[in-house]
């Protein structure tokens, strides 16, 4: 996985935290239940087995051609490794930080002349999207507002960012007005609040159901970004988990499901961007907590 220009080792971690964890265990760490002030550190991966959606982008008076992205583009999968820091202050407010970056996966033979960005795409020739790039930055605060028993109830809130740049790689035709086989949503995405809530409920000692949910929508605005005119942007998001943990000392693992929702629009005189993904799959990680 790449931050920016700089490829973060994820493989590299998980064996790191596997093996501080395990030495800790080893040697009778306190566990983190004694504490009031307790941090995990951990690394994730998230794996699609189902996605839905499409995609269309205008470039000047060259509609785009509307693009499904199973039946035309052929998305197979979407991974989502990635990395968490959390603080957990008395049970009751747990700050987290989490960034991702999905890896796309499919390729399709275009069945026409395809426009996608003002660039004509060659038909029968095989478009790929391995090069796209899908990053998501989240800063969290919980607060718990409800305890009965072993039932934890928190209301969510968040600021999200994601940047998304797209690609459709194939044979440009000659005669293509422009030649660029991208697009950068991200130009346009803005960091948005979100709101949710979530319940973690305590099995026994080690092992705990965890579950939340949270959204966001914004309605068409018109913002004060400028390309070729006055940018209106227009953007849903839903987020949703349930995951089984299980905690032993200083060792964390965990794994689930997970579904996202996502729909763009960016509109101006020059271009429209418009994105859409539903997606469901399965979520590991591995955390060292202290």
Not at 44 to 53: A, D, H, L, T, V
Not at 117 to 145: H, P, Q
Request: proline share 2%; hydrophobic share 40%.
């Amino acid at each position: 996985m790449k931050v920016g220009s700089y490829k973060l080792p994820l493989f590299e971690i998980l064996v790191f935290l596997f093996i501080i964890s395990s030495w800790s265990l080893a040697n009778g760490q306190t566990s983190i239940e004694d504490k009031n002030l307790s941090f995990t550190i951990s690394a994730f991966s998230c794996n699609s087995f189902s996605e839905r959606g499409y995609i269309q982008v205008r470039e000047f008076s060259f509609l785009g051609t509307p693009l499904d992205l199973n039946k035309d583009l052929g998305i197979k999968s979407w991974g989502r490794p990635g990395i968490c820091i959390n603080a957990d202050i008395k049970k009751k407010n747990l700050f987290l930080f989490s960034y991702c970056e999905s890896v796309f996966k499919g390729s399709k033979y275009l069945k026409k002349e395809t426009w996608y960005n003002g660039t004509l795409l060659v038909a029968n020739s095989k478009a790929d999207i391995k090069n796209t790039t899908f990053k998501s930055f989240e800063w969290v605060w919980m607060a718990r507002v409800h305890k009965k028993g072993n039932h934890n109830l928190y209301i969510r809130t968040a600021v999200l960012y994601e940047r998304l740049k797209f690609y459709v790689d194939a044979e440009i035709a000659e005669d293509s007005p422009i030649k660029e086989t991208f697009e950068k949503f991200w130009k346009q995405q803005q960091p948005l609040p979100t709101f949710g809530l979530a319940e973690i409920y305590h099995l026994n000692d080690k092992l705990s159901l965890e579950g939340d949910i949270s959204f966001t929508y914004l309605p068409k605005v018109k913002t004060w970004m400028n390309e070729g005119g006055v940018i209106s942007l227009k953007q849903s998001n839903l987020d949703a988990k349930c995951i089984l943990s299980y905690t032993c000392k200083n060792l964390c693992i965990e794994s689930g499901f997970w579904f996202k929702h996502l729909k763009l629009l960016e509109e101006s005189k020059e271009d429209t961007n418009d994105f859409l993904i539903n997606s469901a799959g399965f979520k590991v990680g591995i955390g060292y907590c202290f």
